[in-house]
Structure formats: structure tokens, C-alpha cells
């Protein structure tokens, strides 16, 4: 008699989210607008004009990485109860999605200011589902906007 | 599906017509093959399944099943 094979399927043990990662690279696309202004590089200079293609293409990484690590925690964290309990998840992550490809696609800190509010948004109503609380400081680095950090 | 079931069991399952919530069941899977998990609910029709082992993630559990993918419900159990 030929015995089948069945799996229980499971991933790798999960669970570890934190929206700190989403939190750093949206401050560091802040940062890089930051560095491009005050570095007021002479792009009909070789060197700079590398060095400023080089920073737009870490920026728009730093961007992407906003999107991917929010669709993570919204695909794989977020499930009906929490999402029952903060039915406005989804709007406030097509804001990062739509706030994140506008700073790939410009160079306005304010549109970067933006998508560090909306990740803030996100950050506090993933710790509230975890019933942690949350308060909004300073970031000890540059660009030093307010950020979300869990009361732990 | 640990700790009630573990690597190298042997399960004997049957096929119902119906099956209910918190039933273990074998389901063949498009792209996966023949899965062991437990039920979690319904909606829209359909199965959701879950894990035992609330250590472990595995994504089938975050997607709706078609019931004609069960092929039966554990019914006996070989250690």
C-alpha cells in the first residue's frame, strides 16, 4: 500500500513585524533630498553629476523599501479582526503607496514630509493593534522629524 | 499541525459531505500538493484553514479554499 505524503505547510516562524524599518527608510528619503540640497552639486562636473545620480537612486531605494515593508505588514500582519477594528488601514496604506512613488518621482521634501506622516500613521495603528502605546519624538538623527516609537 | 500531529504520522482520512469547524483535513492544493490543517471557518462559500502550531505561520491560512480541494477528514491517526 503506497502512503501519500501530506505537509502542515508552514512558512518560517513569523510574527516579527515592526514598522521601525518603514519608519528609517521614509526619514532617510527625507535625508536624501536633504544631502542633494545642501550639497548644490554642478552637474556639468562628471563627479557630481554621479554623485547626484547615485543619491536619486538610493532615494528612490529608501522609497521602495516604504512600499514593500508596508505591503508586508499590511498583507501578512494586518488579518480581519485588526483590520475590523481599524477599517481605515487601507486607506492609509495607499497613501504610502501613492506618497511613495511621488517622492521616486521628485525632489520635494515636502512630498518626503508627507510619506514620514503617513508611515507615523501606520506605525501607530499597527502598535495599537498590539494594544502597546505609542508617542511621537523627535528622531535623534537627521533628518529629525517626529517619529512614532512604541512605549515598550 | 504540532503538538497533535507530528512528522511521520500516518493519518487514515475519509471523505463527507460536509465537514465543520475544527475539523483536521487533507487537502490537495493547486501548486502545494496534499496539505494537513485544521478548520477555521467559512465564508463566501468557502474554507479557512489554520495551524495548530500558533508558533508557525503558513500562508494557507490567509487565503479562501474551495471545499472540492479537501479530500477527506482525519478520521484515525498511526503514530
Do not use: W
Given at each position: 500500500?503506497?502512503?501519500?505524503?501530506?505537509s502542515a505547510h508552514c512558512d518560517i516562524p513569523c510574527k516579527i513585524y515592526d514598522p521601525i524599518v518603514i519608519q528609517i527608510a521614509a526619514l532617510t528619503v527625507v535625508r536624501i533630498i536633504d544631502i542633494i540640497e545642501e550639497?548644490?552639486?554642478?552637474t556639468s562636473k562628471l563627479e557630481d553629476s554621479a554623485e547626484l545620480a547615485r543619491l536619486t537612486l538610493e532615494k528612490e531605494n529608501q522609497a521602495r523599501i516604504v512600499k514593500d515593508e508596508t505591503?508586508?505588514?499590511w498583507g501578512d500582519y494586518f488579518k480581519d479582526p485588526q483590520i475590523e477594528t481599524f477599517p481605515n488601514i487601507h486607506e492609509v496604506v495607499h497613501s504610502i503607496m501613492m506618497q511613495g512613488s511621488k517622492c521616486k518621482q521628485s525632489l520635494e521634501r515636502?512630498?518626503?514630509e508627507k510619506l514620514v506622516e503617513f508611515v507615523n500613521d501606520f506605525s501607530e495603528i499597527f502598535w495599537k493593534t498590539k494594544n502597546v502605546e505609542t508617542s511621537r519624538?523627535?528622531?535623534?538623527?537627521?533628518?529629525?522629524?517626529e517619529m512614532v516609537v512604541p512605549n515598550l | 499541525m504540532s503538538p497533535e500531529y507530528v512528522d511521520g504520522d500516518i493519518?487514515?482520512?475519509n471523505s463527507f459531505t460536509d465537514y465543520y469547524i475544527d475539523d483536521v483535513v487533507v487537502l490537495d492544493?493547486?501548486?502545494?500538493?496534499?496539505?494537513?490543517?485544521?478548520?477555521?471557518?467559512?465564508?463566501?462559500?468557502?474554507?479557512?484553514?489554520?495551524?495548530?502550531?500558533?508558533?508557525?505561520?503558513?500562508?494557507?491560512?490567509?487565503?479562501?479554499?474551495?471545499?472540492?480541494?479537501?479530500?477527506?477528514?482525519?478520521?484515525?491517526?498511526?503514530?
Open positions: 500500500m503506497k502512503i501519500k505524503e501530506a550639497k548644490n552639486l554642478d505591503r508586508i505588514i515636502e512630498n518626503a519624538v523627535t528622531a535623534p538623527y537627521p533628518p529629525a522629524l | 493519518v487514515l482520512i492544493l493547486p501548486k502545494i500538493g496534499y496539505v494537513i490543517k485544521r478548520i477555521k471557518g467559512f465564508k463566501e462559500g468557502k474554507i479557512i484553514l489554520k495551524g495548530d502550531n500558533q508558533k508557525l505561520h503558513s500562508s494557507v491560512c490567509d487565503q479562501l479554499h474551495k471545499k472540492d480541494d479537501i479530500i477527506g477528514k482525519v478520521v484515525g491517526l498511526k503514530y
